[in-house]
């Protein structure tokens, strides 16, 4: 694969974690701040701890898939190395849907409160997203390993 290709997905790997942190130094310290009603301000204060907590899995996914990329680069994409990156990619993505689903009551909380139906459906969207992404990682995970052990089959063969 060209240099350029990685490069530019480097790139896109780094604006998909800017705004995430912009998110969590701004957005996330202004909302406990002002609520919307400050009747159940209270109930906001799990969600925006389980949302400060999966940024953690999200930012150790994307220094995977950047470590992913560099070892693409160097031409080792068919080694362990690029397994064990597609598994944490998986694990973390595991991590942020279970993080959400415990996440998920409290917002229920907010909707009936607030009368919002339409926020359950918001608050799934990342439990589904994430879920999709476990799977696919899990999935080239499999498949590059496989490719690995028929590689490896190859190269004992005369």
Not at 87 to 112: D, M, R, W
Not at 127 to 134: E, G, H, K, L, R
Request: with cysteine.
């Amino acid at each position: 694969m060209k240099h350029g290709s990685t490069l530019f997905l480097k790139l896109a790997v780094f604006l998909i974690g800017t705004p995430v942190l912009a998110l969590g130094i701004f957005g996330l310290t202004w909302l406990p701040k002002n609520p919307a009603n400050p009747d159940y301000a209270h109930i906001l204060y799990p969600i925006v701890i389980g949302m400060y907590v999966s940024t953690i899995p999200f930012f150790i996914a994307l220094f995977q898939a950047f470590k992913l990329l560099s070892y693409i680069d160097k031409n080792q994409a068919f080694s362990q190395i690029s397994v064990k990156a597609l598994k944490n990619i998986k694990f973390c993505a595991i991590t942020i849907s279970g993080l959400y689903v415990v996440i998920l009551p409290f917002v229920y909380i907010v909707a009936e409160l607030d009368d919002a139906p339409g926020l359950i459906i918001i608050g799934m969207v990342p439990i589904f997203a994430s879920m999709v992404i476990a799977v696919f990682a899990a999935v080239l995970q499999r498949l590059l390993q496989e490719a690995i052990n028929i590689k490896s089959e190859n190269d004992l063969t005369v």
